[in-house]
């Protein structure tokens, strides 16, 4: 079975700051590892993903993550956020060598971007 | 952009009752969910459904809990005699294939049961 903990419930920050929220994971088998993000009101939106590969990983909206297999670490950044950022943030992993599509999230971060 | 749709936004039901929460997933996709999260906690996997069957379920998901594809474009989650910790938003979602493929969320319903 996967876990998630995503070790920050809320990231306050100043616009224009750099931002890092923390996701580790547990699992005995091969994962793949997601981000999405939830604007107030909206449902989950892919950041990014890792599937294979390079570990550093682009997303949407500037966003990248690093997979480190033996930290089983997979944290999100953003060099300069907006305030448009402002949102939930969640982890998720599934197992790679699942016959279907089923995540398993994190508790979620609560990103606010101050002014 | 396509999207997945749920309806409604927010229901609202007594304690005993039936609902029904119904979701519209991309037209080409073939593998649907429903996963719930319950206030201040994780976003919890439910049901997965593929050719017209469940392919997994999760224990959560037990015999109050039904899933069914009524005419080829609807998902519904039906909820019967709902309790108060039942209470959630519940997401559906949909992917074109499985594993790698991106699974499309929709804005989910917040139900709650008073």
């Known amino acids: 079975a996967q876990s998630v903990t995503q070790l920050d419930s809320q990231v306050p920050v100043f616009e224009e700051a750099p931002v890092e929220l923390r996701c580790n994971y547990s699992?005995?088998?091969?994962?793949?590892l997601f981000w999405y993000v939830q604007y107030p009101n909206q449902g989950l939106q892919l950041l990014l993903k890792?599937?294979?590969?390079?570990?550093l990983v682009k997303g949407i909206n500037g966003f990248e993550a690093e997979f480190n297999k033996s930290q089983t670490s997979f944290h999100l950044r953003k060099p300069s956020v907006h305030i448009s950022d402002t949102a939930e943030y969640f982890c998720?992993?599934?197992?790679?060598?699942?016959?279907?599509?089923?995540?398993?999230f994190g508790k979620g971060t609560l990103l606010t971007v101050n002014p | 952009e396509p999207e997945v749709t749920q309806t409604p936004s927010h229901q609202v039901t007594q304690m005993g009752q039936e609902v029904i929460l119904r979701c519209v997933p991309i037209?080409?996709?073939?593998?649907f969910y429903w996963y719930r999260q319950i206030l201040g906690q994780k976003v919890e996997f439910l049901v997965s459904?593929?050719?017209?069957?469940?392919?997994?379920k999760s224990e959560i998901f037990d015999d109050q809990f039904s899933v069914e594809r009524p005419d080829g474009s609807n998902f519904t989650l039906k909820i019967r005699s709902t309790k108060l910790e039942d209470s959630a938003m519940y997401f559906c979602?949909?992917?074109?294939?499985?594993?790698?493929?991106?699974?499309?969320f929709g804005q989910g319903t917040r139900l709650t049961v008073v």
């Open positions: 979602a949909s992917s074109k294939g499985q594993g790698d493929t991106e699974a499309f």
């Open positions: 699992s005995s088998v091969s994962v793949y």
């Open positions: 890792y599937l294979s590969g390079s570990t």
């Open positions: 998720a992993v599934s197992y790679s060598g699942g016959s279907n599509y089923k995540l398993t």
């Open positions: 037209s080409n996709h073939l593998y």
């Open positions: 459904f593929y050719n017209n069957e469940i392919s997994e």
